[in-house]
């Protein structure tokens, strides 16, 4: 078994788990033990999406913080605030892409749910 050192790829691990789940609905092979999977790996999902939502809210005051110290106060900041700002700015970036994809594929989930409970 290959162990996973430095956690999981989530995008991988969501799209293993939504394509099982599609194509069982697909082939109308729905099972009670499916629905109860299918329902933990959305509270994992939502779970991984509420401590990036707060992660990412306390970057952004972080580089607010920063933008006000490099943009008002120049003298204090100097070239290191503004490579900080920078890589805060990027670093930002990424968690809102990530964030989205959460966002997005808990969303499909749901679909998808609704779909398994029909």
Same mark, same amino acid.
């Given at each position: 078994? /290959?162990?996973?050192?430095?956690?999981?790829?989530? /995008?991988?691990?969501?799209?293993?788990?939504? /394509?099982?789940?599609?194509?069982? $609905?697909? #082939?109308?092979?729905?099972?009670? #033990?499916? &629905?109860?999977?299918?329902?933990?790996?959305?509270? &994992?999902?939502? +779970? #991984?999406? %509420?401590? +990036?939502? &707060?992660?990412?809210?306390?970057?952004?005051? $972080?580089?607010?913080?920063?933008?006000?110290?490099?943009?008002? +106060?120049?003298?204090?900041?100097? &070239?290191?605030?503004?490579?900080?700002?920078?890589?805060?700015?990027?670093?930002?970036?990424?968690?809102?892409? +990530?964030?989205?994809?959460?966002?997005?594929?808990?969303?499909?989930?749901?679909? %998808?749910?609704? #779909?398994?409970?029909?």
């Amino acid at each position: 078994m /290959k162990r996973d050192t430095f956690g999981i790829n989530m /995008k991988q691990y969501c799209c293993a788990h939504e /394509k099982s789940v599609v194509a069982s $609905v697909a #082939e109308k092979s729905i099972t009670p #033990e499916l &629905i109860r999977l299918h329902r933990e790996k959305i509270a &994992i999902l939502q +779970h #991984e999406r %509420l401590v +990036h939502l &707060i992660v990412t809210v306390m970057v952004v005051l $972080v580089e607010l913080f920063t933008v006000d110290l490099v943009l008002l +106060h120049p003298e204090v900041a100097g &070239i290191a605030g503004a490579v900080i700002m920078l890589g805060l700015a990027i670093l930002l970036g990424f968690y809102f892409w +990530h964030y989205f994809f959460l966002e997005n594929t808990v969303q499909r989930w749901y679909k %998808l749910l609704d #779909e398994m409970n029909r």
